[in-house]
């Protein structure tokens, strides 16, 4: 049974940091491609980062030098490091992964996912 859960999400003040993580199970973790996506009240999904499995990483402009996106085979988790948090990176962050195409050396922040993760809430507010 394929599942992701992110945790790690909640209140932090502006310029705050958070660190997502995104647990697996039921798959070859090593194998696949992770994504971090966001969406906020009233706005569209928006795609933040990606990792692939061959560790390439590409992020949104919107977070680029601020936001991290990991992954690690030890425990089967991606995680995204959130630093210098501002009030507009509100949102219900959650991961995906594309469990149709293995063993991918780049990946596109907004390629196609087909399973995610239910979300973490992330507030900003001080």
């Known amino acids: 049974q394929v599942e992701l859960v992110e945790s790690g999400g909640g209140l932090v003040q502006p310029g705050g940091s958070l660190r997502l993580s995104c647990t697996t199970s039921?798959?070859?973790?090593?194998?696949?491609?992770y994504g971090w996506f966001r969406q906020a009240p009233g706005k569209e999904r928006e795609a933040v980062a990606c990792?692939?499995?061959?560790?390439?990483?590409r992020y949104s402009d919107s977070v680029k030098g601020r936001f991290t996106i990991s992954r690690d085979s030890a425990t089967n988790t991606a995680f995204l490091q959130m630093n210098t948090l501002r009030p507009e990176d509100a949102a219900v962050y959650y991961c995906?992964?594309?469990?149709?195409?293995?063993?991918?050396?780049?990946?596109?922040?907004?390629?196609?996912?087909?399973?995610w993760g239910r979300g973490t809430q992330v507030t900003v507010s001080g």
């Open positions: 995906a992964t594309d469990l149709s195409r293995e063993w991918r050396s780049q990946c596109g922040i907004d390629d196609y996912y087909n399973y």
């Open positions: 039921g798959f070859f973790f090593d194998h696949y491609n």
């Open positions: 990792i692939s499995s061959g560790g390439a990483r």
